[in-house]
């Protein structure tokens, strides 16, 4: 009897105005190469936060899998940044 366990990234999208990035990431726990049980965990990064001088600073991919990297890279544009950076600034003010 072997049990393992896998993590799948097997749902990655880029919605919204500011190119919000989903990520579906499963968990698969295998008993001789049967699965048995999936779990699922999901979470959204976002372009950037801010500092305390409202300067952007971008989202640390380094410890996503590289699907996802390369797609919040392609989606995350210098004019999609911008943007961004401006509407977090206007939410601060409101």
Known sequence: MALSESIEYDKIEVVGQYKAVQVRKATVIKKD?????RSFHRYTLWPGTLDESNNLVNTDLSGEPAEVSAI????WTDS????WKTKMIADKSS
């Open 72 to 75: 919040a890279t392609a989606a």
């Open 33 to 37: 190469g049967v699965e048995l049980t």
């Open 80 to 83: 999609i940044k911008a943007a």
